[in-house]
């Protein structure tokens, strides 16, 4: 039997259903594994924006091909500028 992609959308489904609702990191992990398994991308992340000083944090991220999980990456509103130039 071959699986298509309304297969997927269930199963993902309940996953997403059966997760806990008082465990934030965990819920949010399994979350993003679901979303790497789902759109089938290498990496997910959930990113928060801090007002000072202003950048955005890397709250929790997810590596699919090592099962891995990151956190505390940066972003400063001076890097990104000076990046991007």
Known sequence: MSSTPTDSVVATLL???????????GALQQ?????????????ASYWSFRDDPTAIT???????????????????????LTTSS
């Open 58 to 80: 890397c709250e929790l991220g997810y590596v699919h091909s090592k099962r891995l999980l990151e956190r505390g990456l940066v972003v400063t509103e001076g890097s990104a």
């Open 15 to 25: 996953r997403l259903g059966v997760m806990g609702k008082s465990d934030w990191d």
């Open 31 to 43: 979350v993003l594994e679901i979303c790497c398994d789902l759109l089938a991308v290498e990496r």
